[in-house]
């Protein structure tokens, strides 16, 4: 096994080699990928980041490729090379890319990708089938990973054999999972998330039977997280004084999960389209930081002096 201090571990490419297209054949169905020109084309628009991990030879040892939203990066194709998986390249991998994304797009929710669902309806798996499949969901959730809502069913169109369009084919079950950034991804977020998935990768719009028929199931989601539950858990955890957890939590409120309405300002609600989005709530960092400023700003100046005490000095 090769050391780690030998390793060219999730590095930017540019361009795409030999070893590229031998192991993205390899691990990709012809009706799951795209041209190479495609995505060159992209990767050229900066709308896709292409990372490979290699040896001290410059071999490839696996490769992720993400295309850039506007709210969340997602996972468009991750890959190993089959002859080289026993070092844990993939696990390495992922989490150096996770820190590049957090740290070049703090404003984003998160990284989104799609598996094949570990318990799909009305379909009986093998047993070696029913493995893989949750072997793959360990493997991100120790990443981080999670689903966002527990029951919902998750469709995608799927391109028959050959096909260059994602108007053929049957459905396709999966799971929709995401590695979050910072607060949770809230249900509003998810639904917006969503509608950009299948207008983004799919070219389904919003009226489209699919997106109608996948987004319907939010509304009854059990596990997801709403915004109103945190707003209530930031007032719970603001200062006791009331004008700082007035502060505190009315800011938080607006931040919590970049969870804006997803309406605009006559109150209907924006189709998820590129361009046509409503205002977006400022990312968190630059929230957290006037957050800490105001509570800081309380503390050590306004209630000592309220109450007798000279301000504790810098």
Known sequence: MQSD?????????????EAWRRVYEGAFPAEEREPEDKLTKLMEEGKLLYHRTSDA???LLC???VSLAEEFSFLAYMA???????????????????????????????????????????VTL???????RERRFVFYQRLGARRLCEDLIYLTPSKSAGATDWETG????????????????????????????YHRFYGRGPQDPLV?????????????????????????????????ARIDTETKGAAACSCSSGKDSKGESSSGLPGSQSPRTPGLCPLKRLISFLRRVWQESIRPCLSGRKPRSS
């Open 212 to 244: 109608m028929k996948v987004l319907s199931q939010l509304s009854n989601c059990k596990s997801a997280v709403t915004c109103q539950g945190l707003s209530a858990e930031a007032g719970a955890a603001s200062p006791a004084s009331d004008t700082a």
């Open 126 to 132: 093998t047993e070696e089938e029913l493995k893989i």
């Open 57 to 59: 030879n410059g071999d």
């Open 63 to 65: 490769f992720t490729m």
């Open 170 to 197: 049957k459905e396709w079950e999966g799971e929709l999972l995401a590695i979050e950034f910072g607060s949770p991804v809230c249900a509003d977020a998810l639904e917006r998330v969503m509608r950009e998935i």
């Open 5 to 17: 201090n030998n390793i060219r571990l999730c590095e930017p490419t540019a361009t795409l080699d």
């Open 80 to 122: 190993t090379d089959p002859t080289k998986r026993s070092g844990g390249w993939g696990s390495k991998h992922l989490k150096r890319l996770l820190e590049q994304l957090k740290e070049n797009y703090p404003q984003h929710l998160g990284l989104f990708f799609e598996i094949e669902a570990t318990s799909p309806s009305g």
